[in-house]
């Protein structure tokens, strides 16, 4: 079971100034930062200039690949403080430069109209491949030993997918995934670190849609990088209980692959939606 306490140590920045604040990187094996880890510190830099409402919806774009060696800075717009709805923006800055920015809106808890799509077919009790397994199985079959405190290969959150991601078989798997995704341990009673950590889980396997609806896989070389990616929260996120994630390729087109997922409590409504729009080239 994977640790969550590494990810919310990652999650809890350093003010440096009023709307300022830096967070820390975790070891990578790879070139550039997740870009879940960019995503959750940056919900959590708007949050810290909001009180009393909850995030309802996100949009961010990666402008370059972040460095695993260099803290980010996140800077933050106050746009709008309004009745109802608040309005911040958030650019993560290394040596000077932006690598991710996003809005977020806050909105005050009220009363309305209800409605959701009815939650997919199939037992609601979490089962799966853990995505740690997969990983590693995959890297140590292809000849590589996976390092050490690597988040890749030990993720701070639970992810299990029905059947496996498949990454690394070819023609093999399907352009839907259905995972469980939890805490994989204790949290914190705070509901804005719920959303930043389920910010967090959301890229960890809604591109490997797009992989997958081509029927390739790590063994033949590709280029992928997630170019953007938005969020609504629909109800309070509790993380210490697993959530459905359903996600689906859309479209490819252009170089460029679009998923979309839905998050289901395991009573069944639904907590939360996501998209995302990435770039997949093939060849080395």
Known sequence: MSSIVKLLEYLDLERLDRDLFRGENPPSSRARVFGGHVLGQGLVAAQRTVEGRPAHSLHAYFLRPGNPRVPTV????????????????????????????MSVSFQVETEGLEYQMEPPPGSMEPEGVPYQEEMRTGVERLGFAPPEGDMLFDPPVE???????????EGHGSPTFRSWVSAGGDMPDDPALHQAVLAYASDMSLGGTVIKAHKISVTQGFLSASIDHSMWFHRPVNLTD??????????????????????????????????QEGLLRIGK
């Open 242 to 275: 697993s959530l459905l994630f359903t996600q689906e390729c859309v479209v490819t087109h252009g170089t460029r692959g679009f998923a979309r997922g839905t998050f289901f409590s395991r009573d069944g409504n639904v907590v939360a939606s996501c998209t």
């Open 74 to 101: 996140f800077e933050v717009d106050r746009i709008r403080d309004g009745r109802s709805f608040t309005t911040r923006r958030v650019v993560a800055l290394q040596d000077g430069e932006a690598i991710l920015n």
């Open 159 to 169: 992810v299990r997918t029905v059947g496996g991601m498949c990454f690394f078989e």
